[in-house]
């Protein structure tokens, strides 16, 4: 079959896939991958390129506002249970049958919770032949180091999604590193190009799941994990200035103080229903942990992104995103005496639409 024929397959594949999982089908889709595993379809190909991609456009499909939060779960679930039956198979694959390869530890970092990045990345490896200790989501960091005390695997395969989690990231490399373990970092966390795997000193980042286990194919230096057993403030200098520390101490003091700002420059505020008032502050809590992050890396970039991707959220939901504005000019009202927040704040309203204030329930929604 042509490169062609395979592409149209997989592409047909997936679009019944999509349509079984969207619905809540789940024996449909089930059913689907089973038959494409039987009939010898190639088994990356449809955990990567099918299954993975299904995931993926239920992400997206969640930030246009096309699917509701309920439903991207439930979508997500069944993806999860799809993951599993194909782990459970031994169904027949064109590729030959992977070298047995040593042991290798793949975890979500604490606090992270999307795990089906690190389980598809999880099951490519061992298809690939790897011994793989899958440690799942939120894997807190004292609790992995445990576990490689007692397994002693040949690399550690780190991932984060949420950006929100990289002081937490660096922690954990930098806890690996120190047994002498090279540490392998992805996820969307550490942006499209890696550059926050590099100023963490990860000793190797990759985009996706066939690039990570390329790489471990070709063998972890941990030239890294040799060169800097010390990281935190020596490595990031910028953190001297105690601004992370202070806002990342003080994140729901700075919530409280913008809640009552809000409402005393906003009196509609006042009528709002007590689930109004708690998503409003989930909201400030979100920004509040977005600059902070972005004052660990001391990148503006990353909160500017972060707000211009929440103005995208609220106009697919049809909230004024202009209310966003009014959130980041209270929080900069506090942080007066930080020099880099303040800029960092001052950047990202300044790439907002031009101020129309009329908040909706919630700054985010």
């Known amino acids: ?26 024996p449909a889709a089930l059913r689907l991958v089973a038959g494409a595993a039987d009939a010898g379809a190639d088994a990356e190909a ?51 049958r992977a070298p047995r390869r040593g042991p290798v530890t793949v975890a979500c970092v604490d606090g992270e919770w999307h795990a089906l990045p690190a389980r598809f990345l999880a099951e490519l490896l061992t298809l690939r032949g790897w011994q793989v200790d899958f440690l799942g989501a ?20 780190l991932s984060a999604s949420i950006p929100t989690h990289l002081p937490t990231a660096h922690q954990a490399v930098t806890a690996v590193q120190s047994l002498g373990i090279p540490v392998m970092v992805g996820g969307a966390a550490f942006a499209a190009d890696g550059r926050y795997a590099r100023l963490l000193n990860a000793d190797a980042w990759a985009p996706d799941a066939r690039a990570a286990a390329d790489l471990l194919a070709q063998g972890l230096t941990g030239h890294r994990t040799r060169q800097r057993q010390r990281q935190q403030i020596d490595d990031l ?75 995208d959220i609220l106009t697919a939901r049809r909230v004024p995103a202009h209310s966003l504005r009014l959130g980041l000019e209270i929080l900069a009202d506090q942080l007066r005496d930080y020099p880099r ?25």
């Open 237 to 311: 200098p910028h953190l001297a200035d105690q601004e992370y520390t202070f806002i990342r101490q003080n994140r729901t003091l700075l919530v409280r103080q913008s809640l009552a700002a809000l409402e005393e420059r906003w009196p509609a505020m006042r009528s709002y229903s007590t689930t109004q008032r708690e998503r409003t502050a989930e909201d400030l809590a979100h920004i509040v942990e977005f600059l902070a992050t972005a004052l660990y890396v001391d990148d503006a970039a990353l909160f500017t992104a972060f707000t211009g991707w929440t103005a």
């Open 1 to 26: 079959m042509t490169d062609g024929r395979v592409g149209t397959a997989v592409e047909g594949l997936a679009e019944l896939l999509w349509h079984a999982v969207v619905t809540r089908d789940e």
């Open 46 to 96: 449809l955990l990567l390129d099918v299954v993975a991609g299904v995931q993926h456009r239920v992400g997206t499909e969640w930030a246009a506002n096309r699917i509701s939060v309920a439903e991207e779960h439930a979508a997500s679930a069944i993806v999860d249970r799809i993951v599993a039956s194909l782990a459970g198979r031994s169904a027949p694959s064109p590729r030959p």
């Open 138 to 157: 939120h894997t807190p960091t004292p609790r992995l180091i445990a576990h490689l005390h007692q397994t002693n695997p040949v690399a550690v395969l």
């Open 341 to 365: 927040a303040l800029a960092f704040l001052d950047a990202a309203t300044d790439s907002l639409p031009a101020p129309h204030i009329h908040p909706g329930p919630g700054l985010t929604a």
